[in-house]
């Protein structure tokens, strides 16, 4: 399998099975009651500010240059169908001596979910992923000599159906469930900052690189509640995944994805704030020799200080040839203001291809929300030592992110 094919496996993650517990927010937010879903999970996208109560914004565009619209929205969401329409963009430059020195891309999303029942609702998510350059920003380090995902999710994939699942949760919240169209990276091994689409933009510290996920596609999720403060997720994907072509093949092919994650939290209203958890997972190969069989284990660490800083320590390893690192330690801080804007400062150490050579990887983002409907991120990374080819022992690179959310 080529270095390109690799990537795309695990820049996309996807779809799957996991046995776990709820979305959260930070202590003075509103309780979510959303079942398996993080920060990147249509139910994150969803909430204004990172889910924190009486955000406050610079700024009440676009509501307020198209009232009608948000007003119909709001009624819809007193019916149970909530959804939002939002486009985004990043463009990046490096200082790389070879390959292209930008890339620039777009995604187009609409996503929502109907909540059907008291304790049951249906999620949906179609996107269209284009690049503006010839290069996408998800592989601009590749392209320049680093092995090194910069972009994680702004590619040229096209139209894809990311989810569309049947969610069902207890009436107590002691266990929850879904199936259908899920997108794995939506609740495995998450926490607050894990979001390409609000928060660090390289995959070193986004879903652990270490974990060969697949892309969106068929998939049962399940969780369950170990107590107060414990929880498990387990999950069961089609490991040969295609979101733009959506079918049924896991069932004849049977190439499954798995995993496993067991995890303490100071509550499960704060399930990825507050959060340590371990996670161990195991791909199969693909029956026509295109992908070996792989597996590995990850640790990640967060936990919320003054419901505004959150430093983080997450580690992996695996072994096979698909993830994009054999070994993975990342550690940071993440910020988030009163104001709603956010901020993060990651460091990563990893090892690939199981040779003994190393790639240092270090991100700084500040995301200025300006309103609801307005989010801009400018971002620097930095890589020492990069692994695929550069003749340059450094590499920079920066970039600016904006979403227009409708």
């Given at each position: 399998m080529g270095v390109s094919s690799r990537i795309l496996q695990v820049s996309f993650a996807s779809a799957c099975v996991a046995m776990g517990a709820a979305f959260a927010a930070p202590a003075d937010s509103q309780a979510q009651t959303s079942g398996l879903s993080g920060p990147s999970s249509v139910q994150g996208d969803l909430q204004e500010g990172d889910g924190l109560t009486d955000p406050q914004f610079r700024s009440d565009f676009p509501r307020n240059v198209a009232p009608g619209w948000f007003a119909w929205k709001d009624g819809l969401a007193e019916q149970g169908f909530r959804f939002n329409v939002d486009y985004l963009t990043l463009g990046q430059a490096s200082s790389s001596n070879i390959g292209e020195g930008e890339a620039a891309s777009g995604i187009f999303r609409l996503y929502g979910n109907w909540k059907a029942t008291e304790h049951g609702q249906l999620t949906f998510k179609l996107e269209h992923r284009h690049a503006y350059t010839d290069v996408a920003p998800q592989f601009l380090g590749l392209n320049g000599g680093a092995l090194s995902i910069t972009g994680t999710a702004f590619n040229d994939s096209g139209a894809m159906l990311t989810n569309l699942f049947w969610s069902q949760k207890a009436v107590d919240g002691a266990w929850s469930l879904q199936f259908g169209q899920i997108d794995v990276t939506d609740f495995l091994d998450i926490y607050g900052a894990v979001s390409p689409y609000s928060a660090f933009q390289n995959l070193a510290f986004n879903t652990n690189p270490t974990i060969n996920t697949p892309n969106p596609g068929l998939g049962v999720a399940g969780g369950v509640k170990l107590g107060d403060n414990f929880y498990a997720i387990g999950s069961i994907a089609d490991a040969n995944a295609d979101p733009t072509s959506p079918d049924f093949d896991v069932f004849s092919e049977g190439n499954l994805f798995k995993s496993l994650e067991v995890g303490y939290t100071s509550g499960l209203d704060r399930i990825y704030f507050d959060n340590?958890?371990?996670?161990?997972?195991?791909?199969?190969?693909?029956?026509?020799?295109?992908?070996?069989?792989?597996?590995?284990?990850?640790?990640?660490?967060?936990?919320?200080?003054?419901?505004?800083?959150?430093?983080?320590?997450?580690?992996?390893?695996?072994?096979?040839?698909?993830?994009?690192?054999?070994?993975?330690?990342?550690?940071?801080?993440?910020?988030?203001?009163?104001?709603?804007?956010?901020?993060?400062?990651?460091?990563?150490?990893?090892?690939?291809?199981?040779?003994?050579?190393?790639?240092?990887?270090?991100e700084a983002f500040y995301r200025f929300s300006i309103s609801p409907g307005l989010h801009i991120t400018p971002s620097l990374q930095f890589i020492s030592n990069p692994l695929a080819g550069s003749s340059e022992s450094n590499i920079a690179l920066v970039g600016i992110r904006t979403r227009f959310v409708f």
């Open positions: 340590v958890h371990l996670t161990l997972w195991h791909a199969d190969a693909a029956n026509d020799g295109s992908r070996a069989e792989d597996y590995g284990a990850s640790f990640s660490a967060a936990w919320f200080v003054d419901n505004k800083w959150m430093p983080f320590v997450r580690a992996g390893v695996s072994e096979g040839t698909a993830a994009l690192y054999d070994k993975s330690l990342s550690t940071g801080i993440a910020y988030y203001g009163r104001n709603t804007d956010a901020a993060g400062l990651g460091l990563n150490w990893a090892q690939a291809n199981g040779n003994d050579a190393t790639q240092f990887t270090a």
